[in-house]
């Protein structure tokens, strides 16, 4: 999530309105009001009232649409995977201290599971229907404020309790008669220091792919501008209603 996070200030993209997909409509909203809406890929209409377009005009529109039908899954799948690299790392920590499948990560594995399926179902009520709200894409955090904030903090906040737990736990049973506390302390740091070379080397090929990922998406979105600058020049009555904004 931090890497991702660190590239997306380079993506300078909004969605100035909230965007409602489902299969035989586009809805672009502002405070709860449809102010466009497509049905299918080209019929227009304009706070309620339909736009007659030219076959050209048509062509702009099913553009658009298209590029909207693609780009807003992704951003849907870009932020729970950046959610799920960095709770793959807690929950490899916490098997890694207790052991695998132990209570302690069994408990927190089961928040994270219930957690990312909130997620899921909040951005995508089912197989064909997203919601993404107006969004500035160089904070990629904002995606998870309110509702699920609190609880990704507390989730965390629970699994560092757990490792410090599983830590004290750990140095006490390592009382073996041969080795005396600093050792012990020694022994200790070098199994911590090895494991989270294990978990940096297993979450940056995820990391990696996501920020990719990520690059893509943003190139598509500004590709995706240039095609709504083109309509707003073609039809008169979208000129007042930017969706992409490229800052």
């Known amino acids: 999530m931090f890497n991702f996070n660190a590239f997306a200030k380079q993506c300078s993209v909004n969605f100035n309105y909230g965007v409602i997909i489902d299969p035989n409509h586009i809805r672009m909203i502002d405070h709860s009001r449809t102010i466009v809406q497509i049905n299918g890929e080209s019929q227009l209409f304009v706070e309620g009232h339909e736009i007659g ?25 870009i932020a729970i995977e950046g959610v799920d690299i960095g709770l793959k790392a807690v929950n ?36 064909n229907n997203f919601y993404i ?73 995820s990391a990696t792919a996501l920020k990719n990922k990520a690059e893509q998406f943003c190139f598509k979105l500004t590709e995706l501008a240039k095609i709504e600058k083109k309509i707003h020049q073609s039809i008169k009555p979208l000129q007042d209603f930017n969706l992409i904004e490229i800052n």
């Open 53 to 77: 377009l030219t076959h050209e005009q048509q062509q702009l529109i099913q553009k658009f649409s298209l590029g909207i039908r693609a780009q807003v899954p992704e951003i849907v799948s």
């Open 133 to 205: 709200a107006p969004q500035d894409f160089a904070d990629f955090d904002d995606i998870f404020t309110g509702e699920f904030e609190q609880e990704i903090e507390e989730i965390i906040s629970d699994s560092i309790g757990t490792i410090l737990l599983a830590v004290g736990e750990a140095m006490i049973s390592d009382n073996s008669e041969d080795n005396g506390s600093e050792q012990r302390l020694s022994t200790f740091d070098n199994r911590m220091e090895t494991m989270g070379k294990d978990l940096e080397l297993e979450i940056s090929a």
């Open 92 to 127: 490899k920590a916490i098997g890694s201290l207790t052991g695998e499948n132990s209570a302690s990560q069994q408990k927190i594995q089961a928040r994270f599971d219930e957690l990312k399926w909130r997620v899921r179902t909040r951005f995508n009520q089912s197989a």
